[in-house]
């Protein structure tokens, strides 16, 4: 074999016994187990100790080396006849953008590498490892529940019930999705006035409150949401979440980079379909489809959480289009509150001055107008909101 990369995904026939690397090797080479058996021996830096672990067929090794260009850490050695498919990194890349479970397969094994971690810091500070991997996934559940950030919540909680229906904290997490499903519990007055008590007939003083900048905007969430002192006792959830012994690594099919992926029912194509329906005036059954992304839960990946995000701007675009602006708030609510930096932000205000508008709240419109005016880059929108004010301050509409 020579020194150089070689560029396309190939497979190689290992005897029994044979060595595929050692630890220390550098190379830039990923592999993934097709079939046979493959342990990796490795040193716990806390004891000392040689540690042997087997390889499950499907399941990616030397990716972290190998995305971080420096020397292996652990020596892979066959037992049995094995067969493993090799790629470059740059067929790594080009691969795991054509498809999802690549991405699943080599999550898996980054959630054994945090198992290990975790069961090392917990021996160092002297700590248990019997841990309830049910209690400390109700934890993070609860956690986002009391924070307000219901979409995770809701996500937890349903993966709870689906893996733990029957312990004691399952009826508690079945009231959690019930509250979550009414529209979240009502903290105050005020929060009450929010959603429940918005009404077209009076200028409440107090509809639809937010801070100038919403002190609970968050970043689009991602993978390192979840709290760190949790982190540890959740690795072990991790694989739960990801592991499905259904996966082969036929998956992949034969590794062609020239092959179109199948088309699957993805959140993509509901959301395209929605938007579809959206563009040619449908919004009801635009509101159906959208609906539906959203009552899914939160997404585990960023392009999926997009699409969940965008959902909720159009479902409650549809719903103002219908003239039902308490629904439509309620929506656009939770891009303002929690999604600060969604591209659709600035619609998503513009068309809640448009509702205190229609409810003859002008005060409020033009609080709001005067919001998008001060939301960069300038575009269409600011000069609407510049014109909203205007006329409102003239006594027009």
Known sequence: ??????????????????????????SEYIYILKSGRVFLTYTKVDTGEEVKEEVRQGEFFGVKSALGRYPREETAQTVGETIVVILTLADFERMILRNVNIVRKMLRVFSNQLRRIGKAVRTVLGESENVNPDIELFKIGEHYFKAGDFSKANYVFKKYLEYYPETDYGKIAMERIKTINSGGPVKSKAAADDFEDFSMEHDSSDVFSFDEVPSGSKK?????????????????????????????????GDFGLEEESKPKDTIK????????????????????IFNEIIDSGLPSSDRDRHYFIDAHFYAGVCYYEMKKYKESMNLLAEIIKNWSDSEKYKSAVFYAAQIFEAAGQKDKAITYYNRVLNIQPTDSLNGAALNKIKALQKGGK
Not at 223 to 239: T, V, Y
Not at 270 to 283: H, L
Request: aromatic fraction near 10%; charge should be negative.
């Open 1 to 26: 074999m020579s020194n150089g990369l070689q560029s396309g995904i190939r497979t190689r026939t290992y005897k029994s016994g044979s060595i595929i690397y050692f630890e220390g090797d550098k």
């Open 269 to 288: 194509i509901k959301f395209e379909d929605g938007e579809s329906a959206f563009k040619k005036g449908n919004f009801k059954g635009a509101l159906e």
């Open 220 to 252: 689009l969430p991602d993978k390192g949401d979840i709290n760190p002192a949790a982190s540890s006792a959740l690795s072990s959830e991790m694989d739960d979440f990801l592991a499905d012994e259904s996966d082969s690594i036929d998956d992949f």
